[in-house]
């Protein structure tokens, strides 16, 4: 199979979550006190007990609750009451779920979209990243529903989980925690939300029986099948009549012979109708047409255009399919309503075995700007569908149900889609619940954006948060699945995309998804970021991070005045990863092309012996400046200025050859570092560089690169993007001529040019004033210019 070069679409990965055991945190009094906190839910004895605790360590805390006046005009009041908010802790749905009250989340979900739509333009425009937070609380068991126990009483927690792993894509700066209890744990309801606030991390805790519990993504590869299919299977598929749906109606039709069933909400059209026969140039004739009529409003005109379209593309599935001869059929039916869902059922009687619940809405609008209703509406289709589908199938045996999830739900929605999110995550864990109590054989499968198909309205834009899936591909996996009868939810995923702020970077614990293909990137923004304190997407960040000692032994290898330091070309990495949080709107992906006025001050960097770690105060602000993107960094430590430059995004440049010829064999540097000198490298972990030097001056070597493994003494090796050992030998060599003894206090260059980052660097030149890295082919992928030292 072959995938596009520009990595739109990868090869996919199967992942199963698992819950694992997480340290205890403790209650954080000095971030708590003074914080303004609204708690909502359906009682409000709850919210109160809730309030009482977050009040003994010093908050200010709101109640509004369902049991309450919660009227448009109750909502403005409580909001003037409260004024500047910090944070909503949100009980939801409370009550142990059952099929015959369904429901039951509507109302709830309901306050939620409220509450937060009338403090989103507010909470969208914060800029400092420590204060906001949205923490919901759910009761599937303390482990979220994953370790299938009978603690599962409420599954639709899901719904809130899947909202609130949405919410930093549309307020970036608001911190999230989705806190699942155990029925063991709800007298300590209020100690365990006082406890998570503030000790921000991964986005899923739970508690069970006092343990507490993450999330862990395991790379899960499928097993043998388990079951067949053939002609004699009979498969409903809901709104299976288009994109995913019907490509896998298809594939089930032809591969095995089965009977499919695909649905849709509206009767299949006759083939008569006028707008059914015209071929696609007469259809757009007529749309033009009615369009510029005018006898109608434009807006219902468009409406009816488009139900005309998707009627037509409808008709044309069901007819080629059978044309095909696929036994592919076709039935109206509401999975919003349960008496349609009983009535489609009972027609296909004992014929059916398997069920493939696919049916869904969604509309990419940012929350602030999507009506409440038009939020439920997604949610509902989702779990109401489910409902009504294992009211009507009680008591069938069946071979398989199949949920279809979403990336969106498990991992987090693009913008505009948290209510799609919310059900998807809510159609997951419903399933959980129904195969732990025996009610239907669930399976749940959680998809990516399929290629240029599905529900996805701007598959350009998607791929800004995740690679695509190939058609292809996904039904091979799905039917295999299928087959496999593997229990509970997996989850197919390619590579993460850039479309990441940074509270969702910790969200989810670096060992997952392992297998995911560069998730050394994920690693690095996670190793290199620290605690972001302010943040404005697509403009600047600023963040606080420790330097550890134990983390690298490249602190050791590098002297000044006979101290330890952090080599600089380390404390670059620092800088880039940050500039990595700063990019153009939309996520341009543009390379960064060069690093100019590089200041750093040398003494700030020494790292004593007795001193464990190096705090670092990081700033970054983009800005367009003659059609590149620059990002001006600034790094601060206890002593002030550590270094300062600016990193330039745009067209890589083509850096000439050095024009120098490669070592001669034997060649030696050209002359020892004097004993005791002021700066000097070990050579245990950056090796030393041999030289050769001839008569005009020009010098050329050769290193062997530093890897990751070299540098770094983490479980999980973050990437460095320069070349460590060839940076250090060229300041080491720079220094050597510079032929002064005393103590160098500050490094100044003027332009770093990067052909490429991660380049396989093999040599060394200095030419014409110009130092150079060259990779294996004597090309040059990085050039140094005007490398200067000061305070000697």
Known sequence: MTYPADGSVLPVYRFQWTPVALPPVRPQPDRLAGRRVLVIGSASASAGAVAEVLRAYGAEVFCFTLDQEISDAALTALKVQ???????????????????????????????????????????????????????????????????????????????????????????????????????????????????????????????????????????PLGPSVRTLDET???????????????????????????????????LPAGTEDWVQMDEAAFKAYQFARLRDGAEAVARVRRELDFQKSQRELYQHVISAQAEGLRIEYEACDFNAAESVAALVDRLGAALTGVIHNAGIEETVRLNRKAVDACLATVRIKVGGFANLAQALAGRPLKFFCSVGSLSGRWGGMVGQLDYSAGNEGLARLGMWAAGAGILPVQTICWPTWENLGLITNFKAALKYASAVNVAEGIYHWQRDLLAGAPGECMYMGKVGKALVPMQIDGFLPSSIAKAPDIQRIYSQVFYKGEVTRFQLFRSVEAVCRVERRSTPAIDDVLRGGRPMLPVSLLLEYALSLADWVVPEGWQDLPLAAITDLEVNLGALDFPSHVEAMVLTKAAEGRWEDGNWVVSVNLAGERGLVARMQLVHGARPVIPSAGAEPPAPGATEPAALPPGAAWTWRGRVFDLARWHRDGSGSMTGTVRPSTESDLWLVPHLPAVQLPSAHLENIFRAAWTLDARHGVPETLHVGRIDLAALRAEASGLALAGGDWHVTDTAQRSVLRLSGLTFGGV
């Open 82 to 220: 409260i004024g500047r908010l910090d944070g909503i802790i949100d009980l939801n749905v409370e009550d142990g779920y059952s099929l015959a009250q369904a429901t039951a989340w509507e109302e709830p979900f309901r306050l939620t979209v409220r509450v937060i739509k009338a403090f989103y333009d507010e909470w969208a425009e914060e800029t400092d990243a420590t204060r906001l937070f949205y923490l919901p609380v759910t009761w599937m068991g303390g482990q979220m529903g994953y370790d299938g126990s009978a603690a599962m009483t409420q599954p639709l927690g899901g719904i809130w989980a899947g909202l609130a792993k949405s919410l930093p894509r549309e307020i970036p700066n608001c911190h999230v925690r989705v806190l699942d209890l155990s029925p063991a744990d709800r007298a300590q309801l209020g100690e365990r939300i006082a406890c998570e606030l503030y000790n921000w991390g991964v986005f899923e805790v739970g508690y069970q029986n006092g343990v507490r519990y993450g999330l862990y993504a395991r790379h899960a």
């Open 233 to 267: 299977d009979t498969i409903l598929i809901s709104g299976g009549a288009r994109g995913i749906g019907f490509a896998l109606a298809k594939a089930l039709a032809g591969n095995f012979g089965a009977r499919v069933i695909v649905t849709g909400r509206s009767r």
